[in-house]
């Protein structure tokens, strides 16, 4: 099993940055990719940026250029950069780790809330 632990949300004002982390922990082997979705009300989860244990990287078109994925893959932890923030950022952003095992398993964290205001 995985456990994925985030932190780093709250408010911050327009053209802001905030830094978001997960830590994944438990009893498991090799993951293959962690990233960032997000879920704003009354719309679905999407996808924010992602990057597998080989360093190829995925971002939403709406964050390129502004938001950043790293990843420590000996502490299997992964953190996401967020620079010139907008209102439209505003968010639950939620951690995933997804394992090549079986037919591939996805792990979520309890999600940050990450606001943009001012």
Do not use: H
């Not at 949300?9 to 438990?26: E, H, M, T």
């Not at 990719?33 to 244990?53: C, D, F, H, I, N």
């Not at 939403?60 to 932890?77: E, H, L, M, P, Y």
């Amino acid at each position: 099993q995985v456990q994925l632990v985030e932190s780093g949300g709250g408010l911050v004002q327009p053209g802001g940055s905030l830094r978001l982390s997960c830590a994944a922990s438990g009893s498991f082997g090799s993951i293959y990719r962690m990233g960032w979705y997000r879920q704003a009300p009354g719309k679905e989860r999407e996808l924010v940026a992602t990057k597998t244990s080989g360093g190829s990287t995925n971002y939403a078109d709406s964050v390129k250029g502004r938001f950043t994925i790293s990843r420590d893959n000996a502490k299997n932890t992964v953190y996401l950069q967020m620079n010139s923030l907008k209102p439209e950022d505003t968010a639950v952003y939620y951690c995933n780790a997804y394992r090549r095992i079986d037919s591939g398993r996805n792990y979520w964290g309890q999600g940050t809330q990450v606001t943009v205001s001012s």
